[in-house]
């Protein structure tokens, strides 16, 4: 009997470094019951950037999630991150931020969106 190998996941080195770039919103809305939180975050690390996204409902990580200018090591964070994209060095710029955000920022909608 011919035996399966295990399948096998892509896994994202862990990240470190210093953030460049932070943008925290929450969002509230009357239907739910509790606040939505985003953290868009452009993380420098020995190899390029790294543009991370954390979404979350928890009340008590919300004044414990870091701010521009913080050295993080992801391990020791408290939070995971819902995205993680590698940019080289050379390719990171503003706009490439700016996108970053316009395309995984989250926020609670109006009523019927």
């Known amino acids: 009997m011919m035996s399966t190998p295990p399948p096998t996941t892509a896994v994202t080195p862990r990240i470190q470094g210093t953030?460049?770039?932070?943008?925290?919103?929450?969002?509230?809305?009357?239907?739910?019951?509790?606040?939505?939180?985003?953290?868009?975050?452009?993380i420098?690390?020995?190899?390029?950037?790294?543009?991370?996204?954390?979404?979350?409902?928890?009340?008590?990580v919300f004044d414990f999630l870091p701010q521009k200018g913080a050295s993080i090591?992801?391990?020791?964070l408290g939070i995971v991150?819902?995205?993680?994209?590698?940019?080289?060095?050379?390719?990171y710029q503003p706009t490439v931020w700016e996108e970053f955000k316009k395309t995984r920022m989250m926020a609670y909608g109006g009523h019927g969106e």
């Open 19 to 42: 953030i460049l770039e932070a943008e925290v919103k929450a969002s509230v809305d009357a239907t739910r019951p509790l606040p939505l939180v985003c953290g868009l975050y452009a």
């Open 44 to 60: 420098e690390s020995a190899d390029g950037v790294w543009l991370c996204a954390y979404y979350g409902m928890n009340r008590s």
């Open 81 to 91: 991150f819902h995205v993680k994209e590698f940019v080289a060095k050379e390719k």
């Open 73 to 76: 090591d992801e391990s020791a």
